[in-house]
């Protein structure tokens, strides 16, 4: 599940600018920036710079520049929309693949901003404009069609009253080493006040207060969980309400191995 940051992200004018840049192909990187001038790389790579053989799944470390007073930064890797005039709606959603760079108010000569930037992820609009996103799974391996474009990207931009300065845009085509063709599939194992549950029952959850539960993955992977109706934990799960259902979506991200994973858990809501 995003971050409460993301709920703040105002930036289509930004994303629209950087999404149109890629697909015009502006892949030079300009002149390194001068000093005391903002700059943001990744994995030291410039602005508009490809990031190639990446690994199915690793931490990159956003290094930034000379940034002022009071402005905050954003790492996301979306999937780069078909119309590049479009702000992409599909950015990767799951556990440390959103990065915030809290502002402060004296300036910083640097900083750095870790994240996971995935090949496969279950991609959600960081912004929506009617509602929580349905989102959907994005292989950032598959060709976008456009021999001057990348599936996925890289954006680093300003956050809340910065989020439409250009000042503050980096954006970072991303290309990923292939993987086997004959991965395993993933498999999910919950658990709810210890006890196993078993695949296809709908357990009961009273919303009387939290009750512990726990994901595992057969892969080893981390899952992401987000909800309707009740809230989760890496640990527990609460009842929102005392009737109806609350679904548990888990995704995990997949790996060289691994396929990644997208499958639901509901829970029958009782008082």
């Given at each position: 599940?995003?971050?409460a940051h993301s709920?703040?992200l105002k930036a289509?004018?930004v994303f629209?600018?950087?999404?149109?840049?890629?697909?015009l192909?502006?892949?030079a990187s300009p002149?390194a920036?001068?000093d005391?001038?903002?700059n943001?790389?990744?994995?030291?790579?410039?602005?508009y710079?490809?990031l190639v053989?990446?690994?199915?799944?690793?931490?990159?470390?956003?290094?930034v520049?000379?940034?002022p007073?009071?402005?905050?930064?954003?790492?996301?890797h979306?999937?780069v929309?078909?119309d590049?005039r479009?702000?992409?709606?599909?950015?990767?959603s799951s556990a440390?693949?959103?990065?915030y760079l809290?502002a402060?108010?004296?300036?910083?000569?640097?900083?750095?901003?870790?994240?996971?930037l995935n090949?496969?992820?279950?991609g959600t609009?960081?912004?929506?404009?009617?509602?929580?996103?349905?989102?959907?799974s994005?292989?950032?391996?598959v060709a976008?069609g456009?021999?001057?474009?990348t599936t996925?990207a890289?954006?680093v931009l300003?956050?809340g009253?910065?989020?439409?300065?250009?000042?503050?845009?980096r954006?970072?085509?991303?290309?990923?080493?292939?993987?086997?063709?004959n991965?395993?599939?993933?498999?999910a194992?919950i658990?709810l006040?210890?006890s196993?549950?078993?695949?296809g029952a709908?357990?009961?959850?009273s919303a009387?207060?939290?009750?512990s539960?726990a994901?595992?993955l057969?892969?080893?992977l981390?899952?992401t969980?987000?909800?309707?109706?009740?809230s989760?934990?890496a640990t527990?799960i609460t009842?929102?309400k005392?009737?109806?259902?609350?679904?548990?979506?888990i995704?995990s991200?997949?790996?060289?191995?691994t396929?990644?994973?997208?499958?639901t858990?509901?829970f029958?809501?009782?008082?």
């Amino acid at each position: 599940m995003l971050t409460a940051h993301s709920r703040t992200l105002k930036a289509a004018a930004v994303f629209a600018a950087a999404a149109g840049a890629l697909a015009l192909g502006a892949m030079a990187s300009p002149a390194a920036a001068a000093d005391g001038v903002y700059n943001a790389t990744v994995a030291g790579q410039r602005n508009y710079s490809p990031l190639v053989n990446l690994a199915p799944s690793s931490t990159q470390q956003v290094a930034v520049v000379n940034v002022p007073a009071n402005v905050g930064l954003y790492a996301l890797h979306c999937k780069v929309p078909a119309d590049p005039r479009s702000a992409p709606t599909l950015c990767d959603s799951s556990a440390d693949s959103l990065a915030y760079l809290t502002a402060t108010p004296d300036a910083r000569a640097t900083a750095s901003i870790p994240f996971k930037l995935n090949a496969e992820f279950f991609g959600t609009d960081p912004n929506p404009t009617a509602g929580a996103s349905a989102g959907e799974s994005v292989d950032c391996r598959v060709a976008p069609g456009d021999p001057r474009s990348t599936t996925c990207a890289v954006y680093v931009l300003g956050a809340g009253r910065e989020s439409a300065n250009p000042t503050y845009m980096r954006i970072f085509p991303t290309v990923f080493s292939p993987v086997k063709a004959n991965r395993a599939t993933d498999v999910a194992m919950i658990s709810l006040a210890g006890s196993a549950v078993t695949k296809g029952a709908t357990p009961k959850l009273s919303a009387a207060g939290p009750v512990s539960m726990a994901v595992t993955l057969k892969s080893g992977l981390k899952p992401t969980l987000s909800s309707d109706n009740c809230s989760v934990t890496a640990t527990t799960i609460t009842a929102l309400k005392s009737t109806g259902a609350c679904t548990v979506r888990i995704v995990s991200t997949g790996g060289a191995n691994t396929k990644p994973l997208v499958t639901t858990q509901v829970f029958r809501l009782t008082k």
